[in-house]
């Protein structure tokens, strides 16, 4: 088995603040993933990757940044905060081709003062 | 076009009845379509899948069915249980965008004792 870590649990951040979320998985997946699940919504995909150094972009992508300088890891900037977001951050990871199960992360939760 | 629309929003069933949860999808290149659910507080994880060579998939009380022509699924959940009670998302992958993962809106379900 396996597991996906993220970091922080809880984010809180001033308007405009750049913020930095990990996650760090063991499984010896390619590809992993970066959602935002607003409360009550569903899971809308901000950057993918599918490879060591890979980046591919969502529908959600602007406003972010993502870097996977290693297999094992995958972080996520938000370029500048907005004041009042709320948001779910979760972190996935497959196998391969997006034809297998993702496996998630714990989620970090951001407050934007 | 690759969005994924489920419906209902929200479904209330009592103990013992069937619960019945749809999407349909437009991308007609998309093979794999999973089901996963998300309990209050945790992270979705992966319920049941089907791809389109099968038009039924069976686990325990869970059935997917599958309608390639009118590019339709659905989830049955049977003798539903208020254990059951939780989100659920449909999501479809594969095809021209092969990494790429589409999910649905979501369905909240509510099983009654």
């Known amino acids: 088995g396996g597991i996906i870590t993220q970091t922080p649990k809880f984010l809180i951040g001033q308007e405009g603040q750049k913020l930095t979320l990990k996650c760090q998985q063991n499984?010896?997946?390619?590809?992993m993933y970066w959602y935002r699940q607003d409360s009550g919504k569903g899971l809308r995909l901000i950057y993918y990757?599918?490879?060591?150094?890979?980046?591919q972009k969502g529908d959600l992508s602007e406003g972010y940044d993502a870097s996977r300088e290693k297999k094992s890891s995958f972080s996520l900037t938000v370029t500048s905060a907005q004041k009042n977001e709320m948001a779910v951050f979760l972190c996935?990871?497959?196998?391969?081709?997006?034809?297998?199960?993702?496996?998630f992360g714990p989620g970090t939760r951001l407050t934007v003062l | 076009q690759q969005q994924v629309r489920q419906s209902p929003q929200s479904l209330t069933v009592w103990e013992g009845e069937t619960a019945i949860l749809n999407c349909s999808y437009e991308?007609?290149?998309?093979?794999?379509f999973p089901w996963y659910h998300q309990f209050p507080g945790e992270s979705p994880a992966l319920l049941i899948a089907?791809?389109?060579?099968?038009n039924k998939k069976e686990d325990g009380r869970f059935t997917i069915f599958f309608n390639k022509r009118e590019k339709k699924f659905s989830l049955h959940i049977a003798d539903s249980q208020p254990g059951d009670s939780a989100t659920y998302f449909c999501?479809?992958?594969?095809?021209?965008?092969?990494?790429?993962?589409?999910f649905g809106t979501g369905t909240r379900l509510q099983v009654l004792p």
């Open positions: 996935a990871s497959s196998p391969g081709q997006s034809s297998y199960e993702q496996y």
């Open positions: 499984f010896n997946h390619d590809t």
């Open positions: 990757s599918i490879t060591e150094n890979d980046l």
């Open positions: 991308d007609s290149t998309f093979d794999y």
């Open positions: 089907i791809r389109p060579v099968s």
């Open positions: 999501a479809a992958s594969g095809g021209s965008n092969t990494n790429k993962v589409v």
